[in-house]
């Protein structure tokens, strides 16, 4: 399985983004996923992660009301539409997938595999 994120870039405080992750080698209905982020000199933590189904997503307390998970199983397509941003959202943000359909949740344990990372940078 091999993930390909897309879409990030620099943004001004209050204006949006929206990441895409693209999921080959395998089909994305069978995974659960989600994404994380690392801002530099801090340590990787968790955005949002959603069930194979798209039916139940969660989200980190500093984004929610903020950003939002989607996934499109038909296109093998995971996104995160982001808004509001401020500086410190930024961070190279990663697409996770884990073999656990319903449980990843927040914990980096339940993730299989991982993408290269996006960059998103939000100016003030």
């Known amino acids: 399985v091999q993930l390909v994120e897309s879409g990030g870039g620099l943004v001004q405080a209050g204006g949006s983004l929206r990441l895409s992750c693209a999921l080959s080698?395998?089909?994305?209905?069978?995974?659960?996923m989600g994404w994380f982020r690392q801002a530099s000199v801090k340590e990787r933590e968790f955005v949002a992660s959603?069930?194979?189904?798209?039916?139940?997503?969660k989200e980190a307390d500093s984004v929610k009301g903020r950003f939002i998970i989607s996934r499109d199983n038909a296109k093998n397509l995971l996104y995160l539409q982001m808004s509001s941003l401020a500086p410190g959202d930024t961070a190279v943000y990663y697409c996770?997938?884990?073999?656990?359909?319903?449980?990843?949740?927040?914990?980096?344990?339940?993730?299989?595999?991982w993408g290269q990372g996006t960059q998103v940078t939000v100016s003030s």
């Open positions: 996770a997938a884990g073999r656990d359909p319903y449980g990843m949740g927040a914990s980096e344990g339940h993730v299989d595999y």
């Open positions: 080698g395998g089909t994305l209905s069978s995974y659960a």
């Open positions: 959603i069930i194979w189904s798209g039916t139940r997503t």
